[in-house]
T-cell receptor, first 117, second 116 residues
């Protein structure tokens, strides 16, 4: 498997524009997470999905942020309208349930560095 | 709610020496997993070591080992024989299993610099 795939790797956009970040989880994983990383706040959980269903979106900063997972192999995080304070690295991660008491972990994509000017 | 606390924003260690990174967590769960992830300048998040809460034995992976104190809710990472390539941000993470999937929570990270 190619791992968790995020696109784009870098995004520069102007304030007020819509930004869409994309994620393809590892095949077979049933949990998907979106994180935002900044120097000030570290790694923040924005939202996570189990079996394509949003479970907890309490970390989404405000209504300008939205996330969808239309199927098991694709998720998007959208910011509309974008603001300079949204500049950060956004990570997508996926995970699967361990088999009984087997191994599990979160597998991360390479992240998208978003710059809003 | 689960919280993960890393009280050391920055640390440094001389090459070949040993360093310990601290992590505490708060949970009412009995069954869970704990992790240390490494994030080098490349930005990639890399799993360093994993500990299942039901296991009393501390996990080890080559030069990396943990001190897991379940009652104290403490999970420190020890890096022995530090190497320049260990320079990175280290994140402590807690995972619990929900009925349909996993929930991960991360600390704010410790920036480790290995000095030649």
């Amino acid at each position: 498997d190619a791992g968790v795939i995020q696109s784009p790797r870098h995004e520069v956009t102007e304030m007020g524009q819509e930004v869409t970040l994309r994620c393809k989880p590892i095949s077979g994983h049933n949990s998907l997470f979106w994180y935002r990383q900044t120097m000030m706040r570290g790694l923040e959980l924005l939202i996570y999905f189990n079996n394509n269903v949003p479970i907890d979106d309490s970390g989404m900063p405000e209504d300008r942020f939205s996330a969808k997972m239309p199927n098991a192999s694709f998720s998007t995080l959208k910011i509309q309208p974008s603001e300079p304070r949204d500049s950060a690295v956004y990570f997508c991660a996926s995970s699967s349930l361990p088999l009984v008491r087997g191994k599990t972990e979160a597998f991360f994509g390479q992240g998208t560095r978003l710059t809003v000017v | 709610a689960q919280t993960v606390t890393q009280s050391q924003p920055e640390m440094s260690v001389q090459e070949a020496e040993t360093v310990t990174l601290s992590c505490t967590y708060d949970t009412s769960e009995n069954n869970y997993y704990l992790f240390w992830y490494k994030q080098p300048p490349s930005r990639q998040m890399i799993l360093v070591i994993r500990q299942e809460a039901y296991k009393q034995q501390n996990a080890t992976e080559n030069r990396f080992s943990v001190n897991f104190q379940k009652a104290a809710k403490s999970f420190s990472l020890k890096i022995s024989d530090s190497q320049l390539g260990d320079t990175a941000m280290y994140f402590c993470a807690f995972m619990k299993q929900g009925p349909t999937g996993n929930q991960f929570y991360f600390g704010t990270g410790t920036s480790l610099t290995v000095i030649p």
